[in-house]
């Protein structure tokens, strides 16, 4: 009996360790779909396709503006004129022509008791090239001076007295008469006067300052 029991246990016993020392084998379960190519030889970059149909690649934007311009017009599909276009037009033209501009403008006379007056002067109207002559007394202190859309500064010495400034129109521009907006004022930076003319070529204006 003894005998037996020894060999029963060395039965179990060896097919114990035989069982151990083989290896388990396992086998991989391929799904379809989620294999990957493996990347480009050569290149240190993998590849960015894939055969799954859920991957999508990112596509990268970029921050920075788009250097396409839009241009943009204040001008209606319909040809209807916007405020813009309306002042644009507005100045392209000056005063219509008038028989009176042919004449000779006297402005005023003023008194100041200042030693000098400034002349300041300007095309109020389209800008288009009016040239002017100044004299003072019978002198001519400028003899062309081309009108801008800025006051343009002339310095006048007074003489005791009487002092005559004549403006003189040498053209009319390229529309309509010789425009122009002007101030007087005084060595203390008073302003002794502020007025307008509209001259045709040859004809003049002219302001009396008279030095007290």
Do not use: H
């Not at 993998?46 to 250097?67: A, D, I, M, Q």
């Amino acid at each position: 009996m003894k005998i037996y029991y020894i060999f029963f246990l060395l039965v179990i016993s060896s097919s114990l360790g035989f069982s151990q020392e083989i290896p388990v084998k396992s086998t991989p379960i391929e799904r379809e779909g989620t294999s990957f190519p493996p990347p480009n030889e050569g290149s240190a970059i993998p590849s960015t396709k894939s055969n799954n149909p859920f991957f999508k690649p990112k596509v990268r934007t970029s921050n920075l503006p788009s250097e396409k311009k839009e241009t943009f017009s204040m001008k209606t599909g319909n040809d209807l004129l916007t405020a813009g276009d309306f002042i644009e037009k507005k100045w392209t033209e000056d005063k219509r022509i008038s028989e009176e501009y042919r004449k000779d403008q006297y402005l005023g006379d003023f008194k100041t008791g200042g030693s000098y007056v400034e002349v300041l002067c300007r095309d109020y109207q389209y800008v288009d090239g009016d040239k002017v002559r100044v004299y003072v007394n019978g002198k001519m202190i400028e003899s062309v001076l081309e009108l801008q859309a800025n006051y343009t500064p002339i310095l006048v010495k007074l003489e005791s007295g009487l002092n005559n400034i004549e403006i003189e129109a040498l053209n009319q521009g390229s529309s309509g008469p010789n425009t122009a907006a002007f101030k007087i004022y005084g060595d203390q930076g008073e302003l002794i006067t502020s007025n307008e003319w509209n001259l045709l070529t040859g004809a003049k204006a002219s302001v009396i300052i008279v030095k007290q």
